[in-house]
Nanobody, 125 residues
Framework: QVHLVESGGGLVQAGDSLRLSCAAS????????MGWFRQAPGKERELIAA?????????YYPDSVKGRLTIDRDDSENTLYLQMSKLNPDDTAIYSC?????????????????WGQGTQVTVSS
């Protein structure tokens, strides 16, 4: 059983940067592919970044966020990160991290084994 806890969310102004963290416990972190998802009010949850297991040699970003977000992981610290820059009000959402043995499950968003509880990011104009 993997337990994921996000942190780093808050209220920021448009144009600011923010780094989210996701601390993992209860499992061998390096064996899991990881992803960051977000859900804005009234919208479906969407994948915004993914990273493969074992060092993270493969990363994925949808075109909507490419160039503004960077996902990274520190397997020695069992922690996943999301660096966000040039934030705008459309980035306001609950941000959650997710873990699964399968990178494909992270990419598809289907049958993901573990989820964090989420952290709120609010961007004011």
């Amino acid at each position: 059983q993997v337990h994921l806890v996000e942190s780093g969310g808050g209220l920021v102004q448009a144009g600011d940067s923010l780094r989210l963290s996701c601390a993992a416990s209860g499992g061998e972190f390096r064996l899991y592919s990881m992803g960051w998802f977000r859900q804005a009010p009234g919208k479906e949850r969407e994948l915004i970044a993914a990273i493969s297991r074992g060092g993270g040699s493969t990363k994925y970003y949808p075109d909507s966020v490419k160039g503004r977000l960077t996902i990274d992981r520190d397997d020695s610290e069992n922690t996943l990160y999301l660096q966000m820059s040039k934030l705008n009000p459309d980035d306001t959402a609950i941000y959650s991290c997710a873990a699964d043995f399968s990178y494909g499950s992270i990419i598809s968003g289907v049958d993901i084994a573990y989820w964090g509880q989420g952290t709120q990011v609010t961007v004011s104009s």
